[in-house]
């Protein structure tokens, strides 16, 4: 079902660009499918090791309570910004990179790429990667696209821009209007095994307004259970992704 809660996040997104043209190259919407034939693009690494990745920040008002409950417990993460948040509060991303967690490219505007020419996929990524360099000092790594959809564009982009794409093994549905820390904690848990890569967001920006509670709840939640089943939480920088 929560494949389907994602397309429905990801069709809503399609509607809003306007367009539902273009529909074949997408590639990497079905999940098992996509673990068996991409299991980095899955985000699958080391069996001891858990990635935690959060999408569409920095955000002035929720991120920083992300960054103390990850300080509080000694963790680093992956932080998957959009540029146009990223240029209304350059500092709160050098803040992150300077936490010592990975800063990792989300895109400029959030626009599903079946929704957009490739010319401007590849724009999207050049603006929002320039974006994040400069005002964190480091050119990000990894990219996501938005709602998990890559099409051809995306690869080339990629390609091009010396990204890597990935995407995750577990989500926590925590855009979702009935979301809860409970369900948040939950939901990820139940997918979630050792090598997976985890999705949540610490910012609302393209979800219900003050979504990022429920995630926020939900952390300490997963932190505590990634340490009961004796995974090391951290970064995609130290997942060893295929
Ligand atoms: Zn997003």
Redesign the pocket.
């Known amino acids: 079902m929560s494949r389907l809660a994602g397309l429905a996040k990801y069709t809503a997104g399609l509607a809003a660009a306007g367009a539902l043209a273009q529909a074949a190259p997408a590639v990497t919407s079905l999940g098992p499918v996509r673990a068996a034939l991409w299991p980095g693009l899955t985000g699958l690494g080391a069996p001891g090791h858990v990635a935690l990745t959060f999408?569409?920040g920095p955000d002035p008002a929720s991120t920083p309570l992300f960054l103390d409950v990850l300080e509080e417990a000694g963790v680093h993460a992956t932080f998957?910004l959009?540029g146009r948040m990223v240029r209304r509060s350059p500092w709160l991303a050098r803040r992150i990179a300077d936490a010592g967690h990975e800063v990792a490219l989300?895109g400029w505007a959030?626009r599903a790429h079946l929704a957009v020419s490739p010319g401007q996929t590849l724009r999207d990524l050049r603006r929002g990667r320039d974006e994040v360099a400069a005002a964190t000092g480091r050119a990000p790594g990894w990219y996501?696209p938005?709602?998990g959809i890559a099409t051809a564009a995306t690869f080339a982009a990629c390609r091009s821009l010396d990204l890597r794409p990935v995407l995750w093994s577990a989500w926590g549905r925590d855009w979702t209007t009935r979301a809860t820390a409970e369900s948040v904690f939950h939901t990820v848990a139940r997918d979630l095994r050792g090598g997976g890569t985890v999705l949540l967001?610490d910012s609302d920006c393209?979800s219900k307004p003050e979504s990022w509670r429920a995630t926020l709840g939900a952390l300490p939640l997963l932190l505590a259970h990634c340490a009961e089943q004796g995974w090391r939480v951290g970064p995609l920088a130290e997942h060893g992704t295929a």
């Open positions: 999408d569409d998957f959009l989300h959030h996501r938005p709602y967001h393209t």
